[in-house]
């Protein structure tokens, strides 16, 4: 696992978005999992900024959600996949055809998790996985002692993440309860993950996923079993880093050649 420390926010937008662009020019159809939320837009804006200078074609790859409400109205502007849609792929110049995601209004919301799985391993895998983290720790919404082989399913959000999440709503009341994500064994399955994370409310979580022992109740911990993993962080969210100088030593050192 490799732990960049960055100065702000929009430094590590642009760097993780400089990654996507070498992987993208390697292999143009690649699928890239997105995550939501306020603290992937610098990836999206630097990608989307790139886009429309021409120094970066697009056109051909493809899009998966990591995770999606559970009974939110086809097309509710708060609903995962019109985000995507309204932050990722519109921007990208993409299509819906150039998308995946779960289906969070299904009837049966078991079976649509476990065909997501399947559409996920049938589309190739996941080349690079974007994936944020919460104050607890979660990733995806794989919440505090989630299995470390979950698979797709149906999730109970905590009260904490439904707060979190409620600056989105116009109330607490409208934030669902449930979701439909990843499972921490399906996102160690994509071959290299990258974790965000920028903030002084996100330092103790990045503190005890990096530096902490493997655990459930810390999910992202499992990106310690993950053989290409890279967690950048800004100077906010690296504050409770023991080892950041080791951490910054070893980036200021990396050969050029090895990327990201």
Not at 35 to 45: E, N
Request: glycine share 8%; with cysteine; charged share 20%.
């Amino acid at each position: 696992m490799e732990i960049v420390i960055v100065p702000d926010a929009a430094a590590g937008g642009e760097l993780i978005a400089a990654a996507i662009a070498d992987l993208l020019s390697a292999k143009p159809d690649a699928l890239l999992g997105v995550a939501t939320g306020s603290t992937p837009l610098p990836i999206y804006q630097a990608l989307a900024a790139r886009v429309q200078a021409a120094t970066l074609d697009a056109s051909r790859a493809r899009i998966c959600q990591l995770d999606e409400y559970v009974g939110l109205p086809a097309g509710h502007p708060e609903s995962y996949r019109s985000v995507v849609l309204r932050e990722v792929v519109e921007p990208l110049g993409l299509t819906e055809e150039s998308f995946l995601g779960p289906d969070g209004n299904a009837q049966d919301i078991a079976a649509a998790a476990i065909a997501y799985d399947r559409a996920l391993a049938e589309a190739g895998g996941v080349d690079l996985q974007l994936l944020g983290i919460g104050t607890d720790g979660h990733i995806g919404f794989n919440e505090p002692c989630s299995s470390l082989a979950s698979r797709t399913r149906i999730k109970t959000l905590t009260r904490q993440t439904r707060e979190d999440n409620a600056r989105f709503f116009d109330s607490l009341d409208e934030v669902p309860h449930h979701v439909i994500t990843q499972g921490i064994g399906t996102i160690l399955e994509a071959r290299h993950l990258v974790l965000l994370a920028t903030g002084e409310a996100k330092a103790e979580a990045v503190a005890l996923a990096l530096e902490g022992p493997l655990s459930a109740a810390v999910p992202a911990s499992a990106l310690q079993l993950h053989p290409h993993a890279t967690v950048v962080v800004d100077e906010a969210a690296a504050a409770g880093l023991k080892l950041a100088d080791y951490f910054r030593d070893t980036y200021a050192a990396k050969p050029a050649w090895q990327g990201l």
